[in-house]
């Protein structure tokens, strides 16, 4: 069955150093998200992604993020320069559709610790 | 802006028996879309379960089931015959047209045998 796969599992990094989070989403799958989950709090949304351009961002998703589509495989996550409260697990999902509900298939998280 | 709430953090289970858990939420949107994820241990997130606002009747998935109460704006998940599988945290999510989720703080569930 396909998976949304996400490396690394786990990335530790200096404060104001740059992280790139990876992401292959399901191969016919059309629209691509992040989230985050810092310790002990909600699952929140961050950005969503189609067609090479952002569809809906939130407002935790500030000028220090980016995100793209390389290669048409990976699907990534920057942070130019992280801040101790970038510390979080970082899911990215994908859905094959946008009608109606749209299943989305999560990755197993990366695990983000800055130091 | 949508609001879920889970109001259990924890819950335990014997073995066979079954659990239910609340979730209630907030919106001023009629078409929506409810979900419950399960995120076992290993941390990947899973679809449990999945309800349309316009629909009356409860989904049902094996032995998960919902009471779907849309005037209390109530989606509670019933676990039946629990299963030692069935430990992990449980979300509660919110879908409008915007397609990005909303998700509760979660319950986690843990089965005893």
């Known amino acids: 069955e396909p998976e949304v796969t996400q490396t690394p599992s786990h990335q530790v990094t200096q404060m104001g150093q740059e992280v790139i989070l990876r992401c292959v989403p399901i191969?016919?799958?059309?629209?691509f998200y992040w989230y985050r989950q810092i310790l002990g709090q909600k699952v929140e949304f961050l950005v969503s992604?189609?067609?090479?351009?952002?569809?809906?961002k939130s407002e935790i998703f500030d000028d220090q993020f980016s995100v793209e589509r390389p290669d048409g495989s990976n699907f990534t996550l920057k942070i130019r320069s992280t801040k101790l409260e970038d510390s979080a697990m970082y899911f990215c999902?994908?859905?094959?559709?946008?009608?109606?509900?749209?299943?989305?298939?999560f990755g197993p998280g990366t695990r983000l610790t800055v130091l | 802006a949508q609001t879920v709430t889970q109001s259990q953090p924890e819950m335990s289970v014997q073995e066979a028996e079954t659990v239910t858990l609340s979730c209630t939420y907030d919106?001023?949107?009629?078409?929506?879309?409810l979900f419950w994820y399960k995120q076992p241990p290993s941390r990947q997130m899973i679809l449990v379960i999945r309800?349309?606002?316009?629909?009356?009747q409860n989904a049902t998935e094996n032995r998960f089931s919902v009471n779907f109460q849309k005037a209390a704006k109530s989606f509670s998940l019933k676990i039946s015959d629990s299963q030692l599988g069935d430990t992990a945290m449980y979300f509660c999510?919110?879908?409008?047209?915007?397609?990005?989720?909303?998700f509760g703080a979660g319950t986690t569930v843990t089965v005893r045998a």
């Open positions: 999902a994908s859905s094959i559709v946008k009608r109606g509900y749209n299943e989305q298939f």
């Open positions: 191969s016919n799958h059309l629209y």
């Open positions: 992604f189609y067609n090479n351009e952002i569809s809906e």
């Open positions: 999510a919110f879908m409008t047209d915007d397609y990005k989720l909303s």
């Open positions: 309800q349309e606002a316009y629909k009356q």
């Open positions: 919106t001023s949107e009629s078409n929506y879309y």
